[in-house]
């Protein structure tokens, strides 16, 4: 199994999600977060003072998958998330050893 972990535009959640539904992905946990990378934030103004945003808003998507949906998957955040522009984000994905649903008691594949 694989845990795809994407930083995404928050303008962008609702794509994923229904992308991500329409492959047959169940359930994803969804986290507000700030942060910046390579662009380093950016300058505004507000009432004539110039000052600078280093954190921005995105949005933190988690998805476990089985391992043959874990390509699909990840094509399909990229594809939904993707606006061509700087701070669209990354993705991260590890494997995971075990997933256990805690009221069944299911172990693996079977808890997802």
């Known amino acids: 199994m694989k845990k795809i972990e994407a930083i ?17 992905v169940n359930g994803m946990t969804v986290l507000e977060c700030k942060g910046f990378g390579r662009q380093k934030g950016h300058t505004e ?8 945003v280093d954190f921005l808003p995105k949005i933190k998507i988690e998805v476990i998958v089985d391992d043959d949906l874990a390509d699909v998957a990840l094509e399909t955040v990229v594809k939904a998330s993707r606006t061509g ?6 993705i991260f994905v590890s494997t995971l050893d075990q997933v ?10 079977h808890a997802l």
């Open 8 to 24: 995404i535009k928050p303008f962008k959640l609702e794509e994923v999600k229904d992308a991500l539904a329409e492959i047959g």
């Open 45 to 52: 103004t507000y009432r004539g003072s110039e000052y600078t």
């Open 85 to 90: 522009k700087i701070g669209d984000g990354k």
């Open 100 to 109: 256990i649903r805690i009221r069944t008691a299911e172990v693996g594949k």
